[in-house]
């Protein structure tokens, strides 16, 4: 099987978007495994507060892998942008590349 591009899109509570905005570059630093090709975080053009995390996996094994790999920092951030989303806003997508 081919790449693997996992994406959680949502909502972030707009008084909080500055501090949503720091956790987000700590965590890019941070968010680093074996087989994973890219982290990257978008805003929606036309829809402010509105965001996408893409992963890109090299294959299905990285993608399962993943949350195996997590260090500490990495789970407190995480916890942390739970606490800046809209509840009910968060949508996840998994998409296999057709070879």
Do not use: C, W
């Amino acid at each position: 099987m081919g790449k693997v591009i996992f994406s959680i899109a949502y909502n972030v509570i707009p008084e909080k978007r500055d501090d949503y905005l720091s956790v987000i570059r700590e965590l890019k630093t941070l968010v680093v495994a074996e087989g994973l090709e890219s982290y990257s975080v978008y805003e929606l053009k036309n829809k402010k507060n509105s965001f996408s995390e893409l992963y890109l996996f090299d294959s299905m094994q990285a993608y399962e892998d993943f949350d195996d790999n997590q260090d500490e920092r990495i789970d407190i951030l995480m916890t942390k942008l739970s606490d800046l989303i809209v509840e009910q806003s968060t949508h996840y997508t998994t998409q296999f590349e057709v070879e």
